[in-house]
């Protein structure tokens, strides 16, 4: 790297630790304020940093464009500005209202203790910043030439340690800054691959990567589109959505967020294809810091590769206090079975109890990335197995009347049943029937449903 790209990205970490850290001794004493910024986010930090979080692993967004094109729009974002929408206009508002801290949280409430756990173990596994820790390792590991291990390290030392302090409002201040690099750094890759190639044509791509399915079967789109449901029991809603001061700034957030989602997902795609077009073979996962290098110029590439790492690092330090509050909350403080009176306990030790969650959460999220070096693999892999123990459940913790009984069991074989149909696939030459761990998975839910929640 040019002296003038290192001196952006070392003026950005200073930048990163100075937002995350200003006025941060204030936010740790109250818990409202560090779980939720004292549930007054407005309508401008809601988006900022609801987009900014959504973008986490996007060296797994410029390895699927590098290998097969177009087909990332439709199974990365087409299927989730349905979801995102449905969300929106059904679920935020209510969200809001319920004053509920957690998705967990909910569960808790409506269904009971074991229920709670149930869903905060699944909930710590789906909101891991495992895949983005490795994103920024491997991207920290390409640019600087440091071992893999110690990039790791770093990323989440620094991503981490603001919001040990902070909580949830340095999560949004840093968001705020991030947003404006990760977009900057992407127009500016997309303004110099056309000046270096001219606009993009057919003859310059497979035709694959001009095929909406990019070769796949049916099935395997329709799966990602399902997994898409994931943004129902997505955490990084749920609390943005209660901790926004009104429902219609939640409402009004999400439907402002799709729009910003559909401008970031047309500079990525549109990048990802030049860098098809552009770069001989080699790691797709690099697909845009290598299209960056040959591109850009001195200090441009330096904005680029900082935006990169924003987009990373916005995820992280989100997902990472989400986990910490799922593990110190809703985990450890749960399984206390605290009364009405052991409210004032958990007042006093919330804090505490988050910022041991946020040790455990690093430690996880570290031996994850380190045992599974696929981003894509680890969205896949989790959405398949424990979307299907949740999305039911969750709908149904709106309705008025309290199901009968059976939400566990709901909430425990569907994932039973897609891991086991997940193992079988990987064991042989594929999976049973053809058929993807997702559809078991969630087949036995709604079976249960019918047959043990709705008729008791």
């Given at each position: 790297m040019h002296w003038l790209d290192l001196s952006v990205l070392i003026l950005y970490v200073g930048l990163l630790l100075f937002f995350g850290f200003y006025r941060a001794k204030q936010s740790g004493k109250d818990p409202e304020a560090y779980l939720l910024a004292g549930r007054k986010l407005s309508l401008p930090g809601f988006v900022v940093t609801l987009v900014a979080t959504w973008y986490g692993g996007i060296l797994g967004i410029g390895e699927n464009t590098y290998s097969y094109g177009i087909q990332t729009w439709l199974i990365f974002g087409f299927p989730y500005y349905i979801f995102a929408l449905l969300f929106a206009f059904f679920i935020a508002g209510r969200i809001n209202r319920l004053k509920t801290i957690s998705l967990p949280d909910q569960f808790h409430e409506r269904y009971g203790k074991t229920a709670g756990v149930v869903s905060s173990l699944y909930i710590l596994a789906l909101a891991s910043p495992a895949p983005y820790i490795l994103?920024?390792?491997?991207?920290?590991?390409?640019?600087?030439?440091?071992?893999?291990?110690?990039?790791?390290?770093?990323?989440?030392?620094?991503?981490?340690?603001?919001?040990?302090?902070?909580?949830?409002?340095?999560?949004?201040?840093?968001?705020?800054?991030?947003?404006?690099?990760?977009?900057?750094?992407?127009?500016?890759?997309?303004?110099?691959?056309?000046?270096?190639?001219?606009?993009?044509?057919?003859?310059?791509?497979?035709?694959?990567?001009?095929?909406?399915?990019?070769?796949?079967?049916?099935?395997?789109?329709l799966v990602w589109f399902f997994i898409a449901l994931w943004t129902f029991v997505d955490p990084g809603f749920y609390q943005r959505c209660a901790a926004a001061k009104s429902p219609e700034t939640a409402k009004k957030g999400i439907l402002i967020s799709i729009g910003f989602w559909f401008i970031f997902d047309l500079l990525t795609l549109s990048t990802g294809l030049y860098a098809k077009a552009f770069l001989p073979a080699g790691d797709p996962l690099f697909a845009y810091p290598r299209l960056g290098a040959m591109v850009l110029p001195p200090l441009a590439y330096g904005i680029f590769i900082t935006g990169l790492l924003a987009t990373i690092m916005s995820t992280i330090d989100s997902l990472g206090l989400i986990s910490a509050i799922t593990f110190g909350r809703d985990i450890l403080w749960r399984i206390q079975s605290p009364t009405t009176k052991d409210q004032q306990l958990w007042e006093n030790e919330s804090t505490g109890l988050v910022r041991k969650g946020l040790s455990v959460t690093a430690f996880i999220a570290l031996g994850l990335a380190f045992s599974v070096p696929s981003v894509v693999n680890l969205w896949y892999g989790l959405g398949s197995i424990l979307v299907p123990g949740l999305v039911l459940p969750f709908l149904l913790s709106f309705k008025a009347e309290r199901p009968h009984g059976g939400i566990t069991m709901m909430m425990v074989t569907p994932v039973i049943v897609g891991a086991i149909w997940m193992f079988i696939g990987s064991m042989g030459e594929g999976y049973p029937l053809g058929l993807e761990p997702f559809y078991p998975g969630i087949l036995t839910s709604a079976l249960i449903y019918v047959v043990k929640v709705k008729n008791g």
């Open positions: 994103s920024i390792g491997l991207l920290l590991q390409f640019i600087t030439g440091l071992s893999f291990g110690l990039s790791l390290l770093i990323a989440t030392g620094i991503s981490l340690s603001y919001i040990w302090m902070g909580g949830f409002k340095a999560v949004v201040r840093t968001d705020i800054f991030q947003f404006g690099l990760m977009f900057l750094g992407f127009v500016l890759l997309l303004i110099f691959s056309m000046k270096s190639g001219g606009p993009l044509t057919g003859s310059s791509l497979p035709d694959s990567h001009l095929d909406p399915t990019g070769g796949a079967s049916i099935q395997y789109i």
